[in-house]
């Protein structure tokens, strides 16, 4: 896959901790950004697919609710409505 070159400013304590972690885990630095950078990505993906799902579950939920309210006002119509002679 070709790859894309970019240049990004980081904190000297975290260019630290990127290259010693780079050293103990022998892979290299790049390596290392991409990974994180990648399950950074995937994990905000999820949390928008989460925030997606919440948000159709309230929306059902106030339709279910509606939807119970609308009943229980068609019992009460039916109970009142004379249906004799109806067929």
Do not use: C
């Not at 000297?12 to 390596?31: D, F, M, V, Y």
């Not at 939920?61 to 509606?66: C, L, P, Q, V």
């Amino acid at each position: 896959m070709a790859s894309i070159t970019s240049s990004f400013r980081i904190t000297p304590e975290l260019q630290r901790r990127l290259g010693s972690t780079a050293r103990r885990l022998k892979k290299p630095k790049n390596a290392l950004i991409v990974e994180a950078l990648s399950a950074y990505l995937d994990q905000l993906g999820e949390a928008d697919l989460d925030a997606e799902a919440r948000r159709q579950s309230i929306l059902v939920s106030e339709h279910d609710a509606k939807s119970k309210a609308r009943k229980g006002e068609e019992k009460f119509w039916e109970s009142i409505t004379d249906t004799r002679g109806w067929r």
